[in-house]
């Protein structure tokens, strides 16, 4: 009995004494704090850890915030852009703040796999652990981040899926998680509130469902990855897109014609395997369109005139460029238009024309001879046109 109450006795002094020197802190949030300390170091020329005296109250230390006397919001490292990070690994001890609102990681040299007790936190609402060498599977548990309405883990080193779980969190606003090595196809996302998922710079695949993606997406990037199928299945239904990048993928089929009136100022559909006329519903007043690299055909639509950068090289485009496209380059309102490597038989401009400074124009490599000589990218190659035998018609 008297082992007993001795432990009992040096408890109790250990936890007054804890209490005294944190100003009433929690003492699991003290005890957490000071795990996640010993296995995380400044990175050489940090000095992030030097208020974190535990002889003092943790709620003034750099980085931790607190309401009376739990931790709710925990910064670790200095803010600063170009500051350096910090190294080591994340204590599991984290998932003991159980009244974290909010954890961030500036980039560093943190390693390791994500602590499965984050999901634990059943009142985060933003998780940021970015730029750093975090590796293994995102934790499936953080399908239980019901509060959760931010999560960026990009360029990291995350293996696996993304977690069916995620895709159904119903407060997520922004997923965030590009640059990585991702894999296999993505869940649905039912979240009302999602304005922004960046997936970008991963080996995603499969095809994408007709509700895969909610109406309210203001940005979607997913450049870079293996997605396949038809896009004209879920990308009508994102008509407040103001960002839209699906470049370097395998999607087919054709371009939806709704995408070309999205208040978007760039739209990226290159080096894909989109098939088709493109055919707008109205002029476009995107300022840069890029389409190249697919397998689109017909003639060029001089709906797509008033693009100030117009990719449409490589592709199969037939049919001599519309007139309007000369007066709007001649004009300077047109800055760039690549019609290289394509299968069309005439532009109506006159040879020799100069075309006017700050303006780019490549005919090269179609069924005709280029009326202009102008410059074009080193990867058109030296061949002026094509062979006569791959052209359906030819005007030499």
């Not at 008297?2 to 699991?28: E, K, Q, W």
């Not at 949030?29 to 400044?42: G, V």
């Not at 999901?119 to 652990?129: D, I």
Request: aromatic share 8%; charged share 15%; net charge positive.
């Amino acid at each position: 009995m008297n082992g007993m109450y001795d432990l009992g006795l040096i408890i109790f002094l250990i936890l007054h004494c804890l209490l005294r020197t944190s100003a009433m802190l929690n003492p699991v949030d003290f005890l957490a704090l000071q795990s996640i300390r010993k296995s995380l170091e400044d990175m050489p020329g940090s000095n992030y850890f030097s208020s974190w005296d535990f002889t003092s109250d943790p709620c003034n230390f750099a980085g931790v915030y607190c309401d009376g006397e739990r931790v709710v919001a925990l910064n670790l490292g200095d803010p600063r852009a170009g500051a350096p990070g910090l190294s080591g690994r994340l204590h599991p001890s984290i998932g003991r703040l159980t009244a974290l609102a909010e954890f961030t990681v500036v980039p560093g040299r943190i390693m390791g796999a994500l602590p499965e007790t984050l999901s634990q936190l059943k009142n985060l609402r933003f998780l940021a652990v970015s730029r750093n060498f975090i590796f293994h599977e995102i934790p499936a548990t953080f399908g239980e981040l019901r509060k959760l309405k931010t999560l960026d883990l990009s360029y990291n080193q995350l293996t696996g899926g993304v977690p069916w779980g995620i895709g159904g969190l119903p407060a997520l606003t922004n997923l965030i998680l590009c640059h990585n090595h991702l894999s296999g196809s993505i869940p649905p996302f039912l979240s009302k509130t999602l304005t922004r998922l960046d997936l970008k710079h991963n080996d995603l695949s499969g095809s994408i469902g007709p509700f895969s993606l909610p109406p309210s997406l203001q940005y979607l990037s997913l450049t870079s990855n293996r997605f396949s199928g038809y896009v004209d299945r879920f990308l009508p239904r994102l008509n407040r897109l103001n960002y839209l990048d699906l470049s370097m993928n395998q999607f087919t089929g054709p371009i939806p014609g709704s995408v070309f009136t999205f208040p978007i100022t760039n739209l990226q559909l290159e080096r894909n395997q989109f098939s088709g006329p493109v055919l707008p519903g109205r002029s476009v007043t995107i300022p840069t369109v890029d389409l190249s690299h697919n397998m689109l055909y017909g003639q060029v639509s001089p709906l797509l005139a008033t693009v100030q950068n117009l990719y449409l090289n490589n592709n199969r485009f037939t049919g001599s460029v519309p007139r309007v496209f000369v007066d709007r380059l001649m004009a300077g309102s047109i800055k760039l238009l690549y019609l290289q490597h394509n299968f069309l038989t005439g532009m109506p401009i006159k040879p020799g024309s100069a075309i006017p400074l700050g303006s780019s124009l490549c005919l090269q490599y179609n069924c005709m001879v280029p009326p202009v000589q102008s410059p074009c990218p080193s990867s058109s190659g030296t061949q002026k046109t094509r062979p006569a035998s791959q052209c359906i018609k030819w005007k030499g």
